[in-house]
């Protein structure tokens, strides 16, 4: 489980129980109980199960209730306690919708081969009003065939996610891949989630065949990513992919240029420099690339000092735009922003660490040799990421050495970068 966010309650497992099973008229704040429940996650013990189970079982209809309930039904399943099974699944027949999505992935995450859960499962997808995107991920991840009948319902769904989920989980199940291509065509689809939540269908679907689009398609990095390695591990155990094969959309994903991108979004005229540099703060990083693309397009001159300038108001402290703002920096080959991407290098602050990876590119872009024991030490951590960029970057600055630490990393990725 990962562990970087365990202390943001600041609790320990026995405060975190104690809250747990106090009333809710008795609590200082209501939300109490909902922090319990999510804090017990990262502890794995007889205690802290059972304290959850007993939280799913209280009758109540209050609202700060029901989402304490929904958030122990979750941490459960992120425990994945089997011992949990009975209580989860009577969550299913609850009339809140929402306990019922999160009794239904906690089933799929603790794992489950009853025929009479997955069959109840199965039944909600014709009852009004459910989550069917996460009632379908969870059949599909269980192997539940005798679901097909019921899943093809939604293909034709208005709901692009929902459509996509279905044929994905369609091909998945009964081998038939004739639909997959209209859940690629949706890789450049307007609506950002549906971007995002297509790769993670692909993904499902061990669709392989589509990381060329998965590697151009507008969203961050990281959905990217994560998708190119997990069908890159799937290809390779099928026999069908090879490093070579994936070589080219790992180092393109890494290297993160707008120009590489299939950008789903257009500008009607040319857009004043201000506009651009909040384009940065978007959401949907498919109107920040665009931004990105334009700033450089448009206005090289004077990008690097409205960056720095935004930077200082803004993007210090956020983290998609700090992404953006480190990476343009670089594709400018600013000099003087050299400090800055060495202080974003070695930022360990969790929602930071799309800076790290956009860091080491950009200091290969300078093509100052002071970076490269910079880099050597980037390619000591654990970020996949940050590793994979470092060795783009210090090839760039015509370093080889960092290669030898590398040639047997466990991750067969970045062993193949290494050795290539």
Known sequence: M?????????????QAIQLLKTPLDQLDDPSERYVAAAQLAYFSTESSVKALIEATEIPGSELYHRIARRKAIESLGKL?????????????????????????????EIGSQDQDILAEITALLHKPDQSYRVIIQTLSKLNYYPSLKSIEQFVEAENQNLASVAIATIARLSGDYTQIGRVVELLQHSNVEVRRSCIQDLIDADYFFAIPEIATCPVSLVFRLRGIRLLASSGKQAGQITFADVEPYLDQVIWDHPNNLKLVHEYDQAPEFDFLLQELYQTDFGRCYLGS???????????????????????????????HVIKLLGWLKYAPAYDLLVEALNNTAPQFQKSRVAA???LGQLGNPAAIPLLQQALEQKSFELKYAALIALEQLEDLTGKALLAKDPDWLIQAKANR
Request: charged share 20%; aromatic share 12%.
């Open 2 to 14: 990962d562990r970087r966010f365990f202390n943001l309650f600041n609790l320990t497992e026995a």
């Open 80 to 108: 994945k306690a089997p011992q949990a099974l009975r209580a989860i699944r009577a969550c299913l027949s609850d009339q809140d919708c929402y306990t019922v999505e999160n009794a239904v992935w906690a089933i799929g």
């Open 360 to 362: 080491a590119i950009a």
């Open 293 to 323: 693309k334009t700033l450089l397009e448009l206005y090289p001159d004077q990008a690097a000092s409205g960056l720095l300038a935004t930077y200082a108001a803004q993007a210090h402290n956020d983290y998609g735009a700090h992404y």
